[in-house]
Structures are given as C-alpha cells and as structure tokens.
T-cell receptor, first 112, second 113 residues
Framework: GQQVMQIPQYQHVQEGEDFTTYCNSS?????IQWYKQRPGGHPVFLIQ?????EVKKQKRLTFQFGEAKKNSSLHITATQTTDVGTYFC????????????FGTGTRLKVLA | DTGVSQNPRHKITKRGQNVTFRCDPI?????LYWYRQTLGQGPEFLTY????????KSRLLSDRFSAERPKGSFSTLEIQRTEQGDSAMYLC???????????FGQGTRLTVV
C-alpha cells in the first residue's frame, strides 16, 4: 500500500536558523497537502500543491512539489518560536482514491 | 463557532464496551473524513464520506468499526467491543471539494482501560 515517509523525525533549531522537512511517497501523487499540528492541538492546513515542480511561498515558508510528484519539501527561513509544532505532509495517490495518507511528521522545536 | 465539532472530547471506557463518537462538519462541506492518531504518529485514514455515501474505508479497519452519515450532515463513528489498542485520538475532518483543504475538529480522545 501507499506509504509516505518524512525526514527528519525531529529537529531542534536555534531561533533564527532555517529548517527543512522532506516528504517521500512510495507512489505518484495527485496532490499533496501540508499541515501543522501544535502540541495538544489538531492538524491545521497550510497549503496544497498540485502541479509537478510547483513552488509556493507563504511568508517565511516555501513549499515544493517534486517533478515526479512523489516528493515534497517544506522550508522555513529564520525560524521563530511560533513555528514550534509537528509538520505533516499528506498525499493523495492518483489511482482513484479519496483518502490522504499522512506522513510520519517532523517535530520542530525552536530554542530561543 | 462554525468549525468542525466533535463530541465527546474525551472518553474513558472499559475493554469490551461499545463507544460512539459524533462529528458535526462545517455546514456546507459535503466531504467528511475520519482519522485515528496515536502519540507521535500522523493521522491514519479510517473512512471517507461524500454526502451520505461512504465511498472509501481503510482495509486496516476491523469490522468492529462502523461509521455513518445518515443525512449527509453529522457523522458517527462506533467502535464495538473496544480493545486497549483502540486507545487513540479520533479526528474528524471536512472539506468542500476533492482538492480543497480539510478542516479538522479537536478530536475525541479515547482511553480503553
């Protein structure tokens, strides 16, 4: 079955440093979504990527979708303490499914 | 509050008992998902509804789990004969279209003792 892996599992950074998480799917994706989950909270949608090679930016966050539509990345420039949380990618396969498979997540801690 | 609402927020039950959770999606959303999340893991897909039709169900889901969305509005998830391994956060999400963002509820935390 479809699997979605993320690396790293954990990342501790000093405030102001950059952070990147990578997402890899075992199957080609129709689209990929990114979510942020704060400790004790529920996943909150960040963005969706649909096109091969697509790049989208949201302030300090940059999202990329790979050319083969099997991988994606999230890069945060100059992290802030408010960036703390777990970042999940969620991909939907191209094979006529409705479900999104969530990645294993990357837990980010930002040290002030 | 016009977000996704889940009840109860917490449920403690004895092994072997049945439990039912309710999800009220955002009113104009016709798509509804149920997920299960355990500590340190990403949400695991359980089932998907489009209006009242259950269009997809995880093959990993045992027959002790059943979900309904009778009028295409709220949904219920029932777990029969609960086991300790069912202890998890059960999340509901809704969306308005196939490629649109999903809004998650706060979840129902189930503890089976």
């Amino acid at each position: 079955g479809q699997q979605v892996m993320q690396i790293p599992q954990y990342q501790h950074v000093q405030e102001g440093e950059d952070f990147t998480t990578y997402c890899n799917s075992s199957t080609t994706l129709s689209n990929i979504q990114w979510y942020k989950q704060r400790p004790g909270g529920h996943p909150v949608f960040l963005i969706q990527l649909v096109k091969s090679g697509e790049v989208k930016k949201q302030k300090r966050l940059t999202f990329q979708f790979g050319e083969a539509k099997k991988n994606s990345s999230l890069h945060i420039t100059a992290t802030q303490t408010t960036d703390v949380g777990t970042y999940f990618c969620a991909g939907r396969a191209t094979s006529g499914t409705y479900k999104y498979i969530f990645g294993t997540g990357t837990r980010l801690k930002v040290l002030a | 509050d016009t977000g996704v609402s889940q009840n109860p927020r917490h449920k403690i039950t004895k092994r072997g008992q049945n439990v039912t959770f309710r999800c009220d999606p955002i009113s104009e959303h016709n798509r509804l998902y149920w997920y299960r999340q355990t500590l340190g893991q990403g949400p695991e897909f359980l089932t998907y509804f489009q209006n009242e039709a259950q269009l997809e169900k995880s093959r990993l889901l045992s027959d002790r789990f059943s979900a309904e969305r009778p009028k295409g509005s709220f949904s219920t998830l029932e777990i029969q004969r609960t086991e300790q391994g069912d202890s998890a956060m059960y999340l509901c999400a809704s969306s308005s279209g196939r490629n649109t963002e999903a809004f998650f509820g706060q979840g129902t935390r189930l503890t089976v003792v």
